[in-house]
């Protein structure tokens, strides 16, 4: 199963995250972790909000194969 958790910066997502992943024994996925190990190195101050949307996408697609691999498996993706 797929758990999407959504809300505003310092609502306790990643809190939760945790509590849920020790619960069901999933994986964490978290765009903001995998935008800042993939793209933050490589991001100039011209860059703008495009660029960075582009940036998500590519980071989110990913993370979906790996999503579907894990449902495929019988392991919880959070």
Known sequence: MIHLIVGNTG???TTY???LKSKLAGVIFSI???NNTLFLI???PSDG???SLKRLDRAEKLM????VQLEDSGT???
């Open 11 to 13: 609502s306790g997502k």
């Open 17 to 19: 995250a945790h509590q």
């Open 32 to 34: 903001d972790q995998w």
């Open 42 to 44: 490589d991001k100039k």
């Open 49 to 51: 909000l495009e660029c």
């Open 64 to 67: 979906m194969t790996l999503f």
């Open 76 to 78: 919880d993706s959070i």
